[in-house]
């Protein structure tokens, strides 16, 4: 069988053996995959610099029946994003979304708008764009692929339109919006219109048109939690960027 040649991103690495690597990426028309590079540790031509986290690259692989892993025998890098490198910051932001794709993304599961998403966003990060509106734009899109999108057409319990609730509430429980007579004491989180308009048009705006989205200092103050928590609600766990960001005093994730 010939060399199958795929455009993926590096999702994480680690040594398997003294020369082995086990590599994680997401391919543009196969989804998330899981392969071995012999020998990967010691080559100086086949694999130079190929598997850092969040490189675009070039791989070659073979597939073997009822095999889990794929065998890559030759990579190259396309796009490094060495900006984001070099900014700590950007780094654990693009090390949360990537963290992220595990657990929301079956082995094999081909998704090729999410790697267009997830290569627009991180082109733009090393572009020096507004870091904020990347990161959220991303991580709510990634989840909105995964089947956990907000429901912020009106509220979840009685069907009223956005346009008729005067005080919006999100709760974290329903996934969506809820006026104060559904919410029945239920805690949530109020949302500006504002905020409301500007998540709809983060969900259904085309990328890479999506990453022209700005935030007003109210709409960021009120985006920012809500979601850190309902990213830590849909995935089940805290991610290890998330603690890493956390112990750089960011307001992020």
């Known amino acids: 069988m010939p060399a199958q040649v795929v455009e993926a991103i590096i999702l994480q690495e680690e040594p398997y053996g003294e020369s082995d690597l086990l590599v994680e990426f997401f391919s543009r028309f196969q989804g998330r995959l899981k392969g071995m590079a012999k020998g990967a540790k010691k080559s100086k031509k086949r694999f130079v610099h190929c598997f850092e986290p969040l490189n675009r690259v070039r791989l070659w692989l073979f597939e073997k029946p009822n095999y889990s892993l794929v065998r890559i025998d030759q990579g190259e890098v396309i796009e490094s994003f060495s900006e984001i490198r070099r900014h700590l910051r950007k780094w654990g932001l693009a090390l949360y979304c990537v963290e992220m794709i595990p657990s929301l993304f079956a082995v094999a599961d081909p998704h090729p708008e999410v790697f267009e998403l997830l290569k627009q966003a991180l082109g733009r990060l090393a572009e020096k764009k507004p870091e904020q509106e990347i990161f959220e734009i991303l991580r709510l899109r990634l989840l909105r692929a995964a089947g956990y999108g907000l429901h912020l057409d009106g509220c979840t319990g009685c069907g009223k339109k ?34 409301v308009e500007t998540l709809r048009r983060m969900m259904t705006m085309a990328v890479p048109q999506v990453f022209r989205i700005r935030f007003t200092r109210e ?35």
């Not at 805690?187 to 500006?192: A, E, F, K, V, Y």
């Not at 809500?226 to 960001?245: D, N």
């Open 162 to 195: 956005v346009e008729e609730l005067r005080e919006p509430v999100f709760s974290f429980t329903g996934g969506g919006l809820y006026c104060p007579a559904c919410l029945q004491g239920e805690s949530g989180q109020c949302l500006s219109r504002g905020t």
């Open 219 to 253: 709409v960021a103050e009120e985006i920012e939690p809500l979601m850190h928590t309902f990213t830590e609600q849909m995935l089940g766990k805290t991610l290890k960027a998330a603690r890493y960001l956390k112990q750089m005093q960011e307001p992020y994730g």
